[in-house]
């Protein structure tokens, strides 16, 4: 044994240099936070107006937390369906239209928000809606699985309305498109951390069991967003103020009065009617394949969880960038001009399922999963600011539910014909490209219609401003 004493000094700064090199990865990734703190801090700062940071950082995070609860669940709701019950096309359209039976009833919830403050209505069935996955510990076969779905999506659409009159509120006109680029990219972060993470967990646990804790952080998220625009007041009724002191009856003709006045909207506003009959056209073509999808998924192109996992995130870390462009875009151009791009864009996706189902290889889809991410982003900012802009403060949940009305109109219809559409060519041994096909006229003419409605409101602003 060495007894020089200058050894043992030695030794001490040696085991330091190596305890030095061992956390040395740990100091620079507590430095990496930061810094992307500072970046973060620097965008807010930018791109978000003194009076609007509150309500971002609330809407922010409750957006991160919602991401979180989504990204473990939605991506993966079908080929579960399908690949673990054995769900029918049946049951796939099924699903597919729950979220617009729920939108039907948009224009008697604008009518009960009339009035009165709008967060306890996103508050509320946010709350209910993600309480209810929890009974997901009690599906064990297809059926129950699409009810609970279904029920959670028709629940959760209840806030639809309320949601776009608060934004209308708390973001300026002028500037709303990149926040809300911000707040959804956010979103989509989260959803690409939960789906890689839960991916890989249900190859190993149960969705019965990996649902119901996602459902306790979608919790949260909505007690978060409860305490956006905290000094909110409830306003008087546009109409009747006294309408909730009189008789059954009243009520009932105030409720028609108000439902007519609303879906009057789309014989005042000539540019709004072009708009939502050129958005109700291209929609229908895409929620015609959403019950065809993952048939093609799991039957044709044999995808696993794991496998639909993979492209989900791929798909979302695309519209993470998209969002910053697309806000942008929407904020300096035109919000019509930019659904009308993107309508055009997302004519891709059909023609890739069309490829993929004729060389039988999944690989075929990793273009349609980068276009679908690249117009995820477009069309959330560009259709939301469009419908926003054809509004006024006292009326855009009106605006908002009218369109939640049609929404529901197409998606309750067009997946079940979709699904009739698969019978049909099963029975007559035609191949179900040809599905494919016919989502792709309908796209292509909402698109020309969507290219007429914005040459005619900007026609009609010009008119206006040289009348002024």
Sequence with gaps: MDMNPGTGNERKQRRGARLAALYRPIVAATHLPRRARKQAQTAVHRHVPPRARDAFVTDATAMLLAGLYAGSIYPFVSIIARGELGADATVLGFMSAAPYLGY????????????????????????????????????????????????????????????????????????????????????????????????????????????????????????????????????????????????????????????????????????????????????????????????????????????????????????????????????????????????????????????????????????????????????????FNALLSFSQEHNVARYQALQSFLLGVRGTVAPFIGSMLVSYLDAHSLDRRYAFVVALVFILTGCWMQMMATRRQEAERKTVLQQG
């Design 104 to 383: 039907l009833c948009s224009l008697f919830w604008a009518r009960a928000m009339e009035g009165r403050r709008k967060v306890p209505f996103v508050k509320w069935s946010h709350l209910a809606a993600r309480t209810t996955v929890v009974l997901m510990l009690f599906a064990t076969s297809a059926w129950p699985f699409a009810l609970i779905i279904s029920a959670v999506q028709i629940i959760g659409a209840i806030a639809t309305p309320a949601y776009a009159a608060i934004i209308k509120e708390v973001y300026p006109d002028d500037t709303r498109g990149r926040i809300m680029s911000l707040t959804r990219a956010a979103l989509l972060v989260a959803q690409i951390v939960a789906t890689y993470i839960v991916g890989w967990l249900l190859t190993t646990v149960s969705y019965r069991f990996v649902f119901p804790v996602a459902a306790l952080v979608g919790i949260v998220a909505a007690l978060v967003f409860s305490r956006i625009n905290p000094n909110e007041q409830a306003q008087p009724a546009v109409g009747d103020p006294g309408a909730a002191r009189l008789p059954l009856r009243a009520r009932t003709m105030d409720t028609a009065r108000y439902l007519w006045d609303t879906l009057g909207i789309l014989k005042v506003d000539h540019a709004y009617r072009w708009f939502a009959f050129s958005v109700f056209t291209y929609g229908f073509g895409n929620l015609l394949i959403t019950p065809i999808i993952p048939l093609v998924q799991v039957d044709r192109l044999h995808m696993r969880t794991n496998d639909l996992s993979l492209l989900a995130n791929l798909s979302q870390v695309v519209a993470v960038f998209a969002y910053f462009y697309w806000g942008r875009y929407v904020d300096r151009r035109s919000p019509q001009r930019a659904v009308t791009l993107n309508i055009l864009v997302n004519a891709l996706v059909p023609i890739f399922y069309i490829l993929a189902i004729g060389v039988g290889q999944a690989w075929v889809l990793i273009p349609a999963f980068l276009v679908s991410g690249a117009i995820m982003a477009g069309i959330d900012l560009s259709y």
